[in-house]
């Protein structure tokens, strides 16, 4: 597989980036083998596809709301600043017949602490068979890895299957004070090590034997756009 060179990092930056997380394969349940890796600017094309392709009520889950976002926003989802920001994505497939299934991504907190907020969409397709799972479980892996104390986000209230997405890895969830219509989720990094154990070997149908939500909260602008 070809390096990434991510806009406005230079190679050695690309390739500490690899260091951290290298791209890794799975066989999901029902036999479909995926790669998590990195997102680049060259899959613009592949993430546009995998926009367009979401229902509605994926997108809103999303985005928290109806709204669609503009082409610069779709550009910048696969221009990411590895020195504040982490985008994985699942694919299956290769060369014109390459398919992002679903996209995990965080950016770190502007304020001390060591945190950073999360983000999560899996294709309508290609929900409830684990690509979820185990994206959310790379996520935090790679955070725990680069030193990232948390991950933190928000969902719906009526997003059940992200919450229990959150629950079965380990997310605290608690209602926003201000806002019935929402929950926040929180969980320590760390906790993406113990689910290595689960997920680290490749080809593994019981990694991806859990249901899963695949529809998760909105991280910072900077994240999603």
Not at 58 to 82: F, M, P, Q, V
Request: aromatic content about 4%.
């Amino acid at each position: 597989m070809a390096a990434l060179e991510p806009l406005g990092a230079s190679r050695s930056q690309a390739t500490a980036l690899y260091s951290v997380h290298t791209p890794g394969s799975w066989r999901l349940r029902d036999g479909t083998d995926i790669v998590i890796r990195p997102i680049g600017r060259h899959d613009d094309a592949i993430e546009l596809a995998f926009i367009r392709g979401l229902s509605r009520q994926t997108g809103y889950n999303r985005l928290l709301g109806a709204r669609k976002l503009s082409a610069w926003e779709i550009r910048r989802l696969t221009r990411i600043d590895y020195d504040r920001e982490m985008a994985l994505i699942a694919i299956t497939g290769s060369g014109p017949q390459t398919r992002l299934l679903g996209d995990a991504r965080y950016v770190k907190d502007a304020a001390a602490g060591g945190g950073a907020e999360f983000a999560i969409v899996v294709a309508d397709a290609w929900q409830r068979k684990g690509v979820g799972t185990l994206l959310l479980q790379a996520l935090l892996r790679h955070a725990h890895s680069a030193g990232i104390g948390n991950l933190h986000g928000i969902t719906l209230a009526t997003n059940y299957a992200m919450q229990n997405l959150g629950r079965k890895l380990g997310f605290a969830q608690s209602p926003d004070p201000l806002d019935a219509t929402v929950r926040h989720l929180a969980a320590n990094a760390s906790l993406g090590i113990l689910a290595g154990a689960v997920s680290a070997h490749a080809g593994s149908s019981a990694a991806a034997a859990a249901n899963d939500a695949c529809i998760a909260p909105r991280a910072t602008p900077q994240a999603a756009e």
